[in-house]
């Protein structure tokens, strides 16, 4: 079992409650592996993020969910809710032994001059920590969704996730292929050496889905949930947003649409959730009442 991909192992576990369970033990065992180098305490680190309703990105989500990847991430990337940053922080520092390697703005207008970059990419602070073999970077939210930098990532495959609860990627047809496709470029020298590192770990990137000769569609691509304009969620029916328990555990309710970038389609895609999600806009956070909350303002010269 420890050699299938993910989609086996989700089929593998639909036969029966045996294999429901077997899957279960394998993934969970697979998460604690992807941790163990970063993380003193694996359990304890677990029951953090459950406590803090934060989630694992970057590439050891990646490293998850692309079980035959052979990898050795460097940092570990945690993305944890607006109030919760301090919180995730001191934990780390108290129970894992980590060491605060933040670099504070020293006056408050140059504070707000860093976070007005971070914005487009829905983060309102990072904190660096130093922790055994790496570093561990928390990723706090602009909101109280902590998911909202990981919607904002810069190509499909970081849009990826896993918590103590639940797992998946927005993407799932172009990530389990090895595909790609490049979002909205917000760091520059980031953008490239992210994708630098994707070429590297095998995934093909391209600007857009007709780019691959297989995927030439009559449309733009989001009959499949591919097309860079199209507003998605990360529970629609193109994505994998999974439990590690599907019996015991609910759905995880994401509040975050966002689209990857402002690559005009050709098609109706600017028009995809229209009332929620506005052409120029590349994420907005969703309430109760299926309102528009805040979102992340997106130029189209931003190609």
């Known amino acids: 079992m420890r050699f299938c991909d993910m989609p086996t192992l989700l089929q593998f576990r639909a036969t029966c409650r045996f294999n429901l369970t077997a899957v279960r033990q394998e993934l969970h065992r697979s998460l604690r592996q992807a941790l163990q180098p970063f993380i003193r305490n694996v359990e304890a680190f677990i029951a953090a993020l459950f406590t803090n309703q934060a989630f694992v990105g970057g590439s050891v989500a990646v490293l998850f969910l692309a079980r035959d990847l052979d990898i050795t991430p460097a940092n ?17 520092i108290d129970n894992q032994g980590g060491i605060d390697r933040t670099v504070y703005p020293p006056t408050e207008e140059e504070e707000e001059e860093e976070r007005r970059g971070w914005i487009p990419m829905g983060v309102w602070q990072i904190y660096r920590v130093s922790i055994r073999t790496g570093m561990v970077n928390i990723y706090v939210s602009v909101d109280t969704e902590a998911l909202v930098p990981i919607a904002c990532s810069c190509a499909t495959h970081l849009i990826t996730y896993v918590g103590p609860h ?49 995927l030439r569609l009559p449309d733009c691509g989001a009959s499949r949930g591919i097309c860079p304009m199209q507003a998605r969620r990360l529970d629609d029916q193109t994505a994998l947003c999974a439990r590690f328990q599907p019996l015991e555990t609910p759905h995880l309710d994401p509040t975050i649409v966002w689209r990857l970038d402002a690559r005009p389609c050709g098609g109706e895609c600017p028009r995809d959730f229209h009332d929620i999600l506005a052409a120029n806009y590349k994420w907005n956070v969703l309430r109760t009442t299926r309102r528009a909350y805040a979102g992340g303002r997106m130029s189209f010269n931003n190609v």
């Not at 570990?76 to 301090?86: E, K, M, N």
């Not at 799932?172 to 790609?180: D, I, T, V, Y």
């Open 76 to 92: 570990l990337d945690v993305f944890v809710p607006r109030d919760r940053g301090f919180p995730f922080l001191y934990d780390l």
């Open 166 to 214: 639940h797992f998946g990627t927005a993407y799932p047809s172009l990530f389990f292929a090895r595909r790609a496709i490049l979002g909205s470029p917000t760091d520059t020298v980031d953008h490239e050496r992210a994708m630098v590192k994707a070429v590297r770990r095998g995934f093909d990137v391209r600007m857009f889905p007709t780019q691959w000769e297989d």
